[in-house]
């Protein structure tokens, strides 16, 4: 297997739009990759924001690619030890415990999941998605959120019949958390001092230097012209 990805705190600079930036979470043993969705603003300073894709937890029944998430350690609904629907991800084999993992209400998950439990609301990616908003020339993280959800199985149990007998089957949510964190006004203007001031002030002296040297060329080409007259 392969670990790759940082902790979402450090990036190279110039991030452009076609950049694929991976996220290790250890609340899943394993590393997400994000891609651009848009632009943003924050306090002044703007930025390139990065979000998961729909298929981040797609099954393996159906991805080839995420085969080896497919544990099979955690029985499902029905009592059987199969891989997961879109959505959900075994992590038995990371936090020991059988628990599935999600995003908050199912986003992106199968619609099976969102029908087992009543008072689900239709997720939201801006609420309960996972992104970072990251400023590409330096590549410093300015918003960063990471949600997930846990989950348990329930089910009748086949030695408390008569007490579990009335228990619908389905993935239930036990709850679901989020992290955060927002560069602070410190770092903010120490990047406004440090980075964008000083691509000012070249971009100043460049066209500055640009404008002089159209100048020259100019009073050059004036004389060499009055030269050419006083000559006729």
Partial sequence: ?????????????????????????????????????????YKGVEGLRFEPKDTTFKSSLSNVEDDCFCT?????????????LDGVMDVYDCLGVPILLSFPHFLYANASYITGVDGVTVADPKIHGLYLLIEPNTGTPLVGRKRV???II?????????????????????????????????????????????????KGVKYGLIAVSAAAVLSVGAILLRKLIWKK
């Fill in 72 to 84: 099979k350690l955690t029985k499902n609904a029905q009592g059987e030890l199969s891989c997961y």
């Fill in 149 to 151: 959800q846990f989950n």
């Fill in 154 to 202: 329930i089910r009748p149990s086949e030695h408390l019949k008569d007490i579990t007998k009335n228990i619908y089957s389905t993935v239930l949510p036990l709850v679901w958390i989020e992290e955060g964190a927002d560069l602070t006004d410190d770092l903010i203007d120490m990047i406004q001092d440090q980075y964008f001031k000083k691509v000012k002030i070249t």
């Fill in 1 to 41: 297997q392969l670990v790759h990805g940082g902790d979402s705190t450090l990036y190279p600079p110039q991030i452009t739009k076609d950049s694929i930036l991976s996220i290790f979470t250890t609340d899943v043993c394993r590393s997400v990759d994000i891609f651009y969705t848009g632009k943003d603003k």
